[in-house]
C-alpha cells in the first residue's frame, strides 16, 4: 500500500499529530508532507489529511487541497484543535471536514487537543463573547501531549486495517 500523510500546521500542533501518524506506519511505501509539497497524489492508495481547525472549520488551505485529491481514494481525516475533546467546535469541523470530499472514502477521523497561539487567547478574553472560549482554548496548553501521540499512533494503525479490508467505491463512512 502507498501511504501519505500530508497536512498543515500553523504552529506546529497538526505536524506533531501528522508525525506520530506517519512513525505507526510499518512495512509499507509512506511518504509525510506539508500540503504544499503534496502535488502528485494519484500514486497513494490512501491519504491521511491532517489540518488545524480555525473558525469552527477546517484550515483554508485544506479545503484547496481536498479539491485536488482524486476521487476513489481513501482518506483518514485529522485535526487539531483548542476545543473540548469531541465538543461541538470540534465535531462541527470534523463534519466539514468529511464534508470536503467529494468521491473518496473517508475510513475515519480523528481530533485532538493542540495548544492554542497565547496572542489569540488573549484577544478573545478581550471579547465578552468570546471568552468561554478562551477558558476552553487556555485548557488545551502543554497538548499535543503524550497521550494525544499515542492515540494518533492508535488512530493510524486502525486506518491501516479499515484501509486493507474497505473495498468501498466514493462512500463515506
Known amino acids: 500500500m502507498n501511504i501519505l500523510v500530508a497536512y498543515h500546521s500553523d504552529t506546529g500542533n497538526t505536524r506533531k499529530i501528522a508525525e506520530a501518524i506517519f512513525s505507526a506506519i510499518r512495512d509499507t511505501r509512506k ?75 473517508v475510513i475515519g477521523t480523528f481530533g485532538c487537543r493542540g495548544q492554542v497561539k497565547p496572542q489569540m487567547i488573549d484577544i478573545w478574553m478581550d471579547s465578552p463573547q468570546h471568552q468561554a472560549w478562551a477558558r476552553e482554548a487556555q485548557s488545551a496548553n502543554g497538548h499535543p501531549d503524550a497521550a494525544d501521540i499515542e492515540d494518533a499512533r492508535e488512530f493510524a494503525e486502525t486506518m491501516l486495517y479499515a484501509a486493507e479490508h474497505i473495498h468501498g467505491s466514493g462512500k463515506k463512512s
Do not use: W
Open 31 to 105: 511518504k509525510l508532507l506539508p500540503i504544499d509539497q503534496a502535488v502528485d497524489l494519484a500514486p497513494y492508495d490512501l491519504i491521511f489529511c491532517g489540518t488545524p481547525v480555525q473558525n469552527h472549520s477546517v484550515h483554508p488551505k485544506m479545503v484547496r487541497f481536498f479539491q485536488e485529491i482524486p476521487k476513489a481514494k481513501k482518506l483518514a481525516i485529522f485535526l487539531t484543535h483548542g476545543s473540548l475533546r469531541g465538543g461541538e467546535k470540534a465535531v462541527s469541523a470534523i463534519y466539514h471536514a468529511v464534508s470536503l470530499s467529494s468521491g473518496q472514502t
